[in-house]
């Protein structure tokens, strides 16, 4: 795992704007694997302005979403459909046909999906995805206990989940109890994979997810099984990690042979 440790959120956001300009210039077409939540959105920013400075273009970039809330409509304020659109989409030249956010509010969940994965692997796979964390370690809404090889599904919340993003809600009790997300083997298929964690009340998931064992009950820590992750942090998320040190030299060497 690569693990970089940055001065703050600004300086994640600016990183992980760089990874994707870096993918996306490399190959036009590339599938990208978007999050939603509050982390990614610095880098969402970072992304339009680099797209209105003309280092970034979509147009031929297809991206799927992780995951969505169970009976949210596209246009509930609090869906991440919409929190796409107002993020990211409605600033960028992408076409809307290119991008794919999983229906949550479907009669035939199933048949979504299906649908779903094979939409994945006809586009050929995702080239880069991005992922945050939440504070019990899971990636997507793939909660404790979940399966390392588990496919989209429907999973339900667990009240701490439930309990971080109530904030964005009214209250607790308008929180949905389940959502539809991508499988932890699903991500595991990404070619590269970048997680993105700031602030203190991340620390522990971070520390379980690069140096603690590989457990369904931190699914982050399946991430240890992928060739191609790199965990991008602020100096409060990476404070309960063990190697800093390590993991800074490793940073130095990388910069000493001129990689991105
Ligand atoms: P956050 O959520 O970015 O809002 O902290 C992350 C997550 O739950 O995956």
Redesign the pocket.
């Known amino acids: 795992m690569r693990v970089v440790i940055l001065e703050n959120a600004e300086a994640v956001a600016e990183f992980a704007a760089l990874q994707f300009i870096h993918q996306v210039s490399g190959k036009p077409d590339s599938v990208l694997g978007l ?1 939603t ?4 959105l610095g880098t969402y920013g970072k992304l339009i302005k680099a797209h209105r400075e003309g280092r970034i273009s979509f147009r031929r970039v297809c991206t799927f979403n992780l995951d969505e809330y169970l009976g949210l409509s596209p246009d509930h304020s609090q869906s991440y459909h919409r929190f796409m659109r107002e993020s990211l989409f409605d600033h960028i030249d992408i076409s809307s046909g290119n991008t794919h956010v999983p229906r949550g509010d479907v009669n035939d969940i199933e048949k979504e999906i299906e649908e779903y994965e094979r939409a994945i692997e006809a586009a050929g796979g995702i080239d880069l995805q991005l ?5 019990d370690g ?3 809404f793939n909660e404790p206990g979940s399966s390392l090889a588990s496919r989209t599904r429907v999973k339900t919340l667990t009240r701490r ?1 439930r309990e ?2 109530a904030r964005f809600f009214g209250s607790l009790d308008e929180v949905p109890k389940m959502a539809l997300t991508m499988g932890i083997g699903t991500i595991l298929e990404s070619r590269s994979i970048l997680l993105l964690a700031c602030g203190e009340g ?1 620390a522990d998931a971070i520390q379980k997810t690069v140096e603690g064992p590989i457990t369904s009950l931190v699914p982050g820590s399946a991430l240890q099984l992928h060739s191609r992750v790199t965990i991008a942090v602020d100096i409060k998320a990476a404070s309960k990690l063990s190697q800093l040190e390590y993991y800074a030299d490793c940073e130095r060497n990388r910069t000493e042979l001129g990689k991105v």
């Not at 939540?37 to 990614?40: A, Y």
């Not at 992922?131 to 504070?135: E, S």
Request: no cysteine; proline share 6%; hydrophobic share 30%.
């Open positions: 999050a939540g509050s982390t990614p992922l945050g964390i939440g504070t899971h990636i997507a989940t971080d993003n991340k």
